[in-house]
Nanobody, 121 residues
Framework: QVQLVESGGGLAQAGGSLRLSCAAS????????LGWYRQAPGKQRELVAT???????NYADSVKDRAIIGRDNGKNTVYLQMNSLKPDDTAVYYC???????????????WGQGTQVTVSS
């Protein structure tokens, strides 16, 4: 069982920055992909960024030049640094953990409760 708890959301002005954190606890497998997703009112949930246990990252086109995802050496926390924030970044941001086997087969999929990010113009 894995639990994910997001924090760091809040209010920011356009052009500002925000750093989100997600603390993972429980039985965490060795091979994981940690990611951030977001969902704005009336919109579908979308991928923001992911990072593998080996440190490989992937970003959505909408944030690739403005966001940095990282995880600590203990793999118990994942961060999302958002810079040059835009009003369109306003959404509930969700932390996600996907566990995999050595050959890439998914064995788990866990979600946090979300943290609100509001960007004003």
């Amino acid at each position: 069982q894995v639990q994910l708890v997001e924090s760091g959301g809040g209010l920011a002005q356009a052009g500002g920055s925000l750093r989100l954190s997600c603390a993972a606890s429980g039985s965490i497998p060795s091979l994981t992909v940690l990611g951030w997703y977001r969902q704005a009112p009336g919109k579908q949930r979308e991928l923001v960024a992911t990072i593998t246990s080996g440190g490989r990252t992937n970003y959505a086109d909408s944030v690739k030049d403005r966001a940095i995802i990282g995880r600590d050496n203990g793999k118990n926390t994942v961060y999302l640094q958002m810079n040059s924030l835009k009003p369109d970044d306003t959404a509930v941001y969700y932390c996600n953990l996907k566990s995999r086997t050595a050959i890439g087969t998914m064995t788990g999929d866990y979600w946090g409760q979300g943290t609100q990010v509001t960007v004003s113009s």
